[in-house]
Each structure stands twice: as structure tokens, then as C-alpha cells.
């Protein structure tokens, strides 16, 4: 049956790194626009970053522009998120989710809207920013 499953989070030290990935199964990636979502401890779900089915629409939200970057092959059904100068405010369970886009095309910023229709989550990754 079609999943997401995330991986490639862990433990790491203030400014570290960490490269998480989404892989799609039962399902093709290049159908969808993809994004991260990130929920800490006693916090809400918040969206990292979008990106399209073409490459050159992107969003990050504000914590994570600089330091984050989303990537896509589609040839691997995969969605990446490269992750570099990570603070503790980072620690949280990561989820990627394909989205599907509106045929009337909005603000792609508004790629997290919960009125979308997302069909495919991932079970998510941990990640843990920490000396």
C-alpha cells in the first residue's frame, strides 16, 4: 500500500548537520508537491519547507531559510531535507506529506494549509539538537 517513510534523524550537537530523507512507495513522488512539517514536545505542528513539482517553486519558512534545504529526485521517489546549523529549538519529530495542489494555483507559501489535501504522511524521524 502506498506510504512515506522518513528517515535520517538523530542526535546531534548545537550546529551540526543532519540530511533527512522521504521515500515514496506505492505512490509517485512527481505527482505531488511535498513538504516537512516539524512538531516539538507540547508544541504545534509548524511547516518547514515546500517544495513543488517543478524544482523552482520552493518556500521555507522564516527559522529555516539559511539553514535548510529542500531537494527532490523524483527518479528515487525521494524528497530531502538537508539541515545544517541546527539549534536545540530544532528538536522535534520531522514529517514529510505529499500534497495535492489545487488546480487553481494559490500562494505557493501556502503549501502547509491544512485545506489541502494531503492523502500520504510518514510515520516521521526524530530529531534531537543537543550537547
Known amino acids: 500500500q502506498p506510504q512515506l517513510v522518513e528517515s535520517g534523524g538523530g542526535l546531534v550537537q548545537p550546529g551540526g548537520s543532519l540530511l533527512l530523507s522521504c521515500v515514496a512507495s506505492g505512490f509517485s513522488l512527481a505527482d505531488y508537491v511535498i513538504a516537512w512539517f516539524r512538531q516539538a514536545p507540547g508544541k504545534e505542528r509548524e511547516g518547514v519547507s515546500c517544495?513543488?513539482?517543478?524544482?523552482?517553486?520552493?518556500n521555507y519558512r522564516e527559522f529555516a531559510k539559511g539553514r535548510f534545504t529542500i531537494s527532490r529526485d523524483n527518479a528515487k521517489n525521494t524528497v530531502y531535507l538537508q539541515m545544517t546549523s541546527l539549534e536545540p529549538e530544532d528538536t522535534a519529530v520531522y514529517y514529510c506529506a505529499a500534497i495535492q495542489w489545487p488546480a487553481d494555483v494559490a500562494p505557493f507559501s501556502t503549501c502547509y494549509n491544512d485545506n489541502y489535501r494531503r492523502p500520504y504522511w510518514g510515520q516521521g524521524t526524530q530529531v534531537t539538537v543537543s550537547s
Open positions: 517544495i513543488g513539482r517543478h524544482v523552482r517553486s520552493i
